[in-house]
């Protein structure tokens, strides 16, 4: 998902692929979302740190023709977590060592609401159960830094964010472009132009 490792196996492909882009005027961008995986490296050990709490969106790969699950769990983690070092660390060695020019994020931006103790975000209620935090400041803190460890290595560096209707101004601000439209696939039009809602086929 979007996990900032490429494997050993990949690694020349990818300088292989920036070397072409810049040859022909050209700049690229890699993927990034704040979605992890259970077959990353750390999984095991540090899984219940740095997760959003309850789980979000841990879903699996969905093949687009045979319409099954396939794959691993990619549940979010949260930016509130020590995680967001690593993250940035792994981030910058892409653009270090690929000479990459930037990100394109997918979801990065968006506040989530966590509940997990483990890393500061929820709080006990009067019931004893836990309540949830958004880790708004977190999450701009988070995109803050990128922005800096981008156009600190390169000035032209872009920070292209896709977000489809969520536009928190004190995350977004620190992308460079803004990219929608994903949420109308879960809009259709009848004969008369009326809008209705259906689910997604995914």
Known sequence: ??????????????RDLVKACHERGIQLLVYASPLSAEDVPPWAA???????????WPYRYVDPVTLKKEGHVAPACCWQSHYMNLWLARQARLMD???IDGFYLDGSE???WCENRHHGCGYVRRDGEIGQTCNIFATREYMKRLY??????????????HNSTVMVIPTLGWGT???????????SFDEGGAVEKREHAL
Do not use: F, H
């Open 1 to 14: 998902m979007g996990y900032p490792m490429v494997p050993p196996e990949r690694e020349q492909d990818l």
């Open 46 to 56: 540090t899984y219940e740190d740095y997760l959003i709490g309850p789980l979000k």
């Open 97 to 99: 060592e690929y000479d």
């Open 110 to 112: 968006w506040p989530l």
């Open 148 to 161: 800096v460890l981008c156009k600190t290595r390169k000035p032209d560096a872009q920070i292209n964010i």
């Open 177 to 187: 472009s803004s990219w929608g439209g994903e949420q109308l696939g879960s809009l």
